[in-house]
C-alpha cells in the first residue's frame, strides 16, 4: 500500500471511530427523546398491577437517589409534580401536609418527584408552601433528567414557546427537565408495596386536577393489605 492509501485508509478508520463514539451519546439521547409524549393526554403510564420501574433521582444535594423497587424497605408512594414555579403543584404540596406525618407514622415512605434541580427543590416552592411543609420531613427528589417521568410513562414534550415565556418572565428554568429536554411529567401519584407492585395509581394530563389528600390516604389503605 502507497503512502498516499494508507494515509487516506488512516484517515477513514479514525473518522469511523469517531463517528461511532460521538453516536452512541446522541442514540441514548434519540431513545431518550423518542420516549416522551408529544403532549399531557398521550403518554403511557405504569399502571396499577404493574411492577414498579427502578430509576435514579437527585436528593437537594445533588447526590443520587436510587429508586429500586425490588428492594423497598417499605411501601412508598411517589408523588410527582411540575416544579416549584407551578401554583398548582404548590396548592397540592401544602394540602398534602394534612396527610404525610400520618402516612409516615403508618410506616409508608412518600417521595415527591420534581422537575426542577436539586438546588432548586425547596427554594423555588412559594414561601407559603415552604412554611406550612416545614418540619414535616417531606422528602422532595430531582427528576431534572427525566429519568424517573420516562421509566413511569409520564412525560411529555413542552413547547419552545412555553419555555421561552416562562424564562421571560423569570422563572429559573435552569437545568430542569424543561430546560433540558424540553418536557415535564404528568402530575401523579402511585402507591407500591413492598414487593414492587403498583396498588394504586392516579395519572391526570390535567394539570389543575390533583388527587385530594383525603382520598390519598384512603387508597393508602391498600398498603396494608
Known amino acids: 500500500m502507497k503512502n498516499g492509501q494508507k ?5 477513514f478508520v479514525v473518522l469511523l471511530f469517531t463517528t461511532l463514539v460521538l453516536s452512541q451519546p446522541m442514540r441514548a439521547l434519540a431513545d431518550e427523546m423518542a420516549g416522551i409524549a408529544a403532549s399531557a393526554a398521550e403518554v403511557q403510564p405504569v399502571k396499577t398491577g404493574d411492577m414498579a420501574p427502578g430509576f435514579t433521582v437527585r436528593t437537594v444535594d445533588d447526590e443520587p437517589f436510587v429508586f429500586d423497587p425490588a428492594n423497598l424497605e417499605a411501601p412508598t408512594i411517589l408523588v410527582t409534580f411540575r416544579g416549584g414555579w407551578c401554583p398548582y403543584c404548590n396548592m397540592h404540596l401544602s394540602e398534602l401536609r394534612h396527610v404525610v406525618p400520618e402516612l409516615q407514622a403508618q410506616g409508608i415512605d412518600v417521595l415527591f418527584l420534581s422537575g426542577d434541580r436539586p438546588e432548586l427543590l425547596y427554594k423555588s416552592l412559594k414561601l407559603e408552601t415552604q412554611e406550612a411543609i416545614d418540619g414535616l420531613g417531606y422528602t422532595i427528589l430531582s427528576d431534572a433528567n427525566i429519568e424517573a417521568a420516562l421509566a413511569l ?6 413547547e419552545d414557546e412555553s419555555v421561552n415565556r416562562m424564562e421571560g418572565r423569570g422563572t429559573d428554568l435552569g437545568d430542569s427537565s424543561m430546560a433540558r429536554f424540553r418536557a415535564l411529567p404528568v402530575p401523579a401519584v402511585y402507591m407500591i408495596d413492598k414487593s414492587g407492585k403498583v396498588v394504586y395509581s392516579f395519572v391526570e394530563p390535567d394539570y389543575k386536577v390533583r388527587l385530594p389528600a383525603e382520598d390519598l390516604l384512603t387508597a393508602a389503605s391498600r398498603l396494608a393489605d
Open 153 to 158: 410513562g409520564i412525560a411529555f414534550k413542552v
Open 7 to 11: 494515509l487516506i485508509y488512516a484517515t
